[in-house]
């Protein structure tokens, strides 16, 4: 298992579905790719680029 965000518990609560990703443990997607796309549309969104930091 990689490095967990600072924010894992959080998306973890949610039900996000994780994948591995440049040695971190990051959230893929919570419901569906799709859904959460026409979210953002309509509303607006949250990226976690904790595993941008050094």
Do not use: C, Q, W
């Amino acid at each position: 298992m990689g490095i967990k965000s600072p924010l894992h518990d959080i998306h973890e609560k949610l039900g996000a579905k994780f994948t591995e990703f440049a040695g971190h443990y990051m959230p893929l997607y919570y419901t569906s790719i799709k859904s959460e796309h026409l979210a953002v549309r309509r509303s607006v969104g949250l990226f976690d680029v904790s595993h941008m930091s050094n």
